[in-house]
């Protein structure tokens, strides 16, 4: 019986292998960079957003083994400089809010908070989390005021997929790939081309671990809640470094990167 199970999970494997490959025959770049760039129009004119989101980051262990450490959130946005986001997770329950001068980063499960000048817009803030602090937020991309130009540089290979369905939202799929990553994006179908699911695979890391951001009830305009971008510690909070906020990101600190292969 093993064996026959084996066998059978063998041709399995070697039909999905073959209809991955049935794609590249008919995909169109150019009708995917389109449906891309009205995506990232479409965003980029809305002054108010929100969206909540669930997110799941892959890591290999020492022994090959793959485990995904997932999180559920909540992100408002107002552009130029407003930003306010929940995050849910097995090893923390952290907020962001930055009001255009200050980000306050707390972790609520702990009652300890931080406070850092940040001046500037939203897309000022993600650089600085990403580059200087080493806390990126989640599908930072997607805040930019011009996603296709912040994503499209690097890009070496363009698909259309097709359509999809992601809890029952009809939705364009599309994929890219750069020297680094491969990525893969669900825009929902119609009048409000919103990001659906982005899936980021990473190339040149041991094991190909994959980051996926699912976005759901996306608002824009009057639809959104009004929110609070000022932070107000409430009693008892305890304010410290930013360095002291231990496990603040997805990747509590516990894990240690893998080294990127050659």
């Known amino acids: 019986m093993k064996v026959r199970s084996a066998a059978r999970l063998g041709a399995a494997a070697l039909m999905l292998l073959m209809m991955a490959i049935a794609p590249d025959a008919s995909a169109d770049a150019a009708q995917a960079k389109d449906l891309f760039k009205a995506m990232s129009d479409y965003l980029g004119k809305q002054t108010k957003m929100s969206f909540d989101l669930d997110t799941s980051l892959e890591v290999v262990t020492n022994d090959q083994q793959k485990l995904s450490l ?49 001046p500037g817009s939203v897309e000022h803030l993600t650089e600085e989390l990403r580059d200087k602090y080493r806390r990126p937020l989640p599908a930072a991309d997607l805040l930019s005021a011009n996603v296709y ?28 790939r750069t020297d680094e990553v491969d990525w893969q994006l669900w825009i929902a179908r119609g009048d409000r081309p919103y990001p659906v699911r982005l899936i980021i695979t990473s190339k040149k890391v041991a094991g190909s671990p994959q980051y996926q951001v699912d976005v759901t009830d996306f608002k824009t305009g009057g639809q959104v809640s009004s929110a609070d971008f000022s932070f107000v510690p409430p009693p008892g909070a305890r304010r410290v470094q930013p360095s002291e906020l231990t496990s603040f990101d997805e990747l509590p600190d516990f894990y240690k990167p893998q080294e990127v292969s050659k």
């Not at 130029?80 to 200050?102: C, S």
Request: glycine share 10%; with cysteine; charged share 30%.
């Open 70 to 118: 997932t999180s559920s959130g909540s992100l408002t946005m107002v552009r130029p400089d407003k930003v306010r986001m929940v995050r849910h997770g097995g090893f923390a329950n952290t907020e962001f809010y930055f009001d255009g001068k200050m980000l306050s980063l707390f972790r609520r499960d702990q009652n300890k908070y931080s406070k850092i000048e940040i």
């Open 149 to 176: 130009d912040a994503m499209m540089p690097d890009v070496k290979d363009v698909k259309d997929l097709g359509t999809g369905f992601i809890r029952g939202i009809e939705c364009d799929h599309i994929a890219f």
